[in-house]
């Protein structure tokens, strides 16, 4: 004889699909610096006109005390500007730099939202699976004489 599921063992399943679903897309949407990058503050010394298209700032900052200048991907700041910079994870050798304001603050939000999706779409198919293997409560099967 099979025992049907009381109400509260369904709503312990549906809480518990849900919560791992919320889990999951917080720590899918959870903001994060880019890997492998740091902020600093830089002030531009060479500024660069916009007009032509190989147009890069030079600005100089400390990097382990020691002072280093490198590119500034932008142009237009004015000379001795103190700009937020966010330098790349190698920083050996000639390298770029980007505004603080312009780097990206994590994953893309495509990757984010396909990662979401998926997430949701395995819950919904474990639930639905464990649906389909629920058993209903056998019926009396009538005998005619």
């Not at 709503?11 to 492998?36: E, H, R």
């Not at 010394?45 to 002072?67: I, K, M, Q, T």
């Not at 001795?80 to 730099?97: K, M, Q, R, S």
């Not at 998926?118 to 004489?145: D, E, I, K, W």
């Amino acid at each position: 004889m099979v025992v049907p599921r009381s109400p509260a063992r369904w709503a312990l399943i549906l809480l518990v699909t849900g919560l791992v679903g919320i889990a999951a897309a917080i720590a899918l949407w959870w903001p994060g610096a880019p890997a492998g990058t740091r902020p600093a503050s830089a002030t531009v010394v060479e500024p660069a006109s916009c007009g032509s298209a190989d147009a890069y700032d030079r600005v100089e900052f400390e990097l382990d005390g020691e002072v280093r200048t490198a590119r500034l991907d932008g142009c237009g700041h004015q000379e001795n500007e103190v700009v937020d910079i966010v330098l790349p994870a190698d920083t050996g050798g000639e390298f770029t730099v980007q505004a603080a304001a312009s780097a990206p603050a994590g994953m893309p939000l495509e990757i984010r939202l396909a990662a979401t999706l998926l997430c949701l779409s395995g819950l919904a198919g474990g639930l639905y699976a464990h649906l389909l293997t629920r058993r209903s409560q056998p019926t009396a099967a009538v005998v005619a004489a």
